[in-house]
């Protein structure tokens, strides 16, 4: 078969792999900084492009933030984004104008995770799933019924949104359980501690069991515990997977996040498994291939 080509973009950094069928293990081109613009974007895609054996009959892309079809709706780290049809800026990438067998296909960088997660990691098997990344931000994706739920415009499960407090003014640009919950509150929780530590340290000192570093981690854990009951009690899926850099730290943070589970739960709820992702950081661009292999429908696992 024909090469597909996958870019897993982030906001600050570029991944491109590559595979011939589905199923293949993807073949890496080369990782490097976020693009500066769009056409910048446009000519990096072309040139991973040029290193397959033939030119690519689909383009995958993870993007960091709302995707409506091929068009980026609004990316807060890459704002040139916003209002680009993706299919449009990469036609030049194809030996012809796209058609059902040149086609380009995008998606939100948490779905396109879970949709490799439920195809060959963590939530295989699986028609309900639930995967919350923790990183800079917050990204996070259900599994219905056998499909990546995406909303009206693409920006469906958006829980860095969520909120567990009524007196919580809000934000232009960030959630809630985003500012309580991801890699910036726990750098912010380890930076108080004696002598200071990012978030990385913050959760090694737990994993060892100093008092002052489980206290510091209590209030994100509570925050992106009281969220998943909420998103638990809602959807009931068969698992809870944790991704992003939080991933490394599911030993530390699952019993923890079942302390607060458990009690926000009816009792059929409460055994929801709890577990790290199977793809690690490879997830987005395992996602971005596979969905370039199934194509336009790409979150219909089970049809």
């Not at 090469?3 to 792999?17: C, N, Q, S």
């Not at 997660?117 to 295989?124: C, Q």
């Not at 978030?199 to 994993?207: E, F, K, N, V």
């Amino acid at each position: 078969m024909s090469p597909v080509l996958g870019i897993d973009l982030g906001g600050t950094r570029l991944r491109a792999a590559w595979s011939s069928q589905p199923g293949d293990a993807p073949r890496a081109l080369g990782e490097e900084p976020a693009p500066r613009s769009a056409g910048d974007l446009g000519a990096r895609v072309a040139a991973y492009a040029r290193q397959l054996p033939q030119p690519p009959t689909a383009i995958g892309l993870t993007i960091p933030g709302l995707v409506d079809g091929t068009v980026c709706r609004w990316v807060p780290n890459l704002p040139y984004l916003d209002g680009v049809d993706l299919a449009n800026l990469l036609k030049p990438v194809f030996a012809d104008p796209p058609t059902q067998h040149g086609h380009v296909v995008a998606g939100n960088d948490a779905q396109l995770a879970l949709l490799a997660e439920a195809a060959d990691g963590a939530a295989s098997g699986t028609r309900d799933a639930i995967l919350v990344a923790v990183g800079t931000g917050i990204g996070s994706a259900v599994l219905s019924q056998g499909r990546i739920a995406r909303g009206a415009h693409g920006g469906a499960c958006s829980f860095g949104w969520a909120c567990a407090d009524l007196s919580d003014p809000g934000d232009e640009r960030l959630g809630w359980l985003e500012r309580n919950a991801s890699g910036t509150a726990l750098d912010a929780a380890g930076a108080t501690l004696d002598p200071p530590r990012d978030g990385a340290g913050l959760i090694a000192a737990a994993r060892a069991g100093d008092a002052a570093a489980l206290r510091a981690l209590e209030p994100a854990v509570a925050a992106l515990g009281a969220t998943l009951a909420g998103a638990v009690a809602l959807l009931d899926p068969e698992v809870v997977l944790l991704a992003g850099g939080v991933a490394a730290a599911t030993d530390v943070l699952e019993p923890l996040l079942r302390e607060q589970l458990a009690p926000r739960l009816p009792r059929h709820l409460r055994a929801v498994p709890v577990r790290a992702g199977a793809h690690g950081p490879r997830a987005g661009i395992a996602g971005a291939l596979i969905a370039a292999h199934r194509g336009p429908t790409w979150w219909e696992l089970h049809r």
